[in-house]
């Protein structure tokens, strides 16, 4: 079966320019996740949708970023405006279900984000 | 609030030799514990998931182990190889938050010399 698929893979931007990301996960899988690793840590989630709700927003910087999962298939975050400090890597990833007991998360390959 | 870490940071060994990775997280009430791989410039790969029902997870020469009492998971590689060398990143899913997103430690790189 097809992995998660992100685009694009990377991007440069200058401060103050929005960007957009944007995810399809595993086919039929419902729970769809946002993480932001910066460089030398871990993911860090940025928002939970299942179906086409969103779950977890509590750490998504809501002035500045915005996600959506409309159909509660593929999923778009969005970055208006930049800042130097959103240079990371933006993570996609998907639960069969709920993501609850024994469920594994499974990512795509990122996309890449320096703002300069 | 659930942290992860991991130690150590950074490990260096000769080709063959077994390793052991350690993970330790605060909050015993997970879901699961995962171990993924990071090769560089590349995203996450599953390597084995543990429920908090269960004790260890085996595939080829990786086990990893938990011990949600004292808080920690371990993965052992045996006869390290080359192909080996990447960052291996441990995650908690804790039960007491609104939704299932992972918790990450920041991750242990290592590099098998051959």
């Known amino acids: 079966e097809a992995g998660v698929a992100q685009s694009p893979r990377y991007k440069i931007i200058e401060k103050r320019q929005s960007v957009a990301f944007w995810c399809n996960p595993i086919?039929?899988?419902?729970?769809l996740y946002w993480y932001q690793q910066i460089l030398g840590q871990g993911p860090k989630l940025l928002i939970q949708?299942?179906?086409?709700?969103?779950?977890?927003d509590s750490q998504l910087p809501k002035d500045r970023f915005s996600a959506e999962r409309l159909k509660g298939v593929d999923s778009t975050l969005k970055i208006q405006p930049a800042k130097l400090e959103d240079s990371a890597v933006y993570l996609c990833a998907s639960n069969k279900t709920s993501g609850g007991p024994g469920e594994t998360q499974y990512f795509g390959p990122g996309t890449r984000l320096l703002v300069l | 609030k659930q942290e992860v870490t991991q130690i150590p940071a950074a490990l260096s060994v000769p080709e063959g030799e077994n390793l052991v990775l350690n993970c330790s997280f605060t909050d015993s009430a997970i879901y699961n514990l995962q171990w993924f791989r990071q090769d560089p410039g590349k995203g996450l790969t599953s390597l084995l998931l543990?429920?908090?029902?269960?004790r260890e997870q085996t595939s080829g020469r990786l086990n990893a182990s938990l011990d949600k009492s004292s808080g920690r998971s371990t993965l052992y590689i045996a006869a390290s190889q080359p192909g080996d060398s990447a960052t291996y990143l441990c995650a908690a899913s804790p039960q007491n938050q609104a939704g299932t997103a992972l918790i990450f430690g920041k991750g242990t790189t290592l590099s098998v010399s051959s």
């Open positions: 543990i429920q908090s029902s269960q």
């Open positions: 086919s039929g899988h419902a729970t």
């Open positions: 949708f299942q179906n086409n709700g969103v779950v977890d």
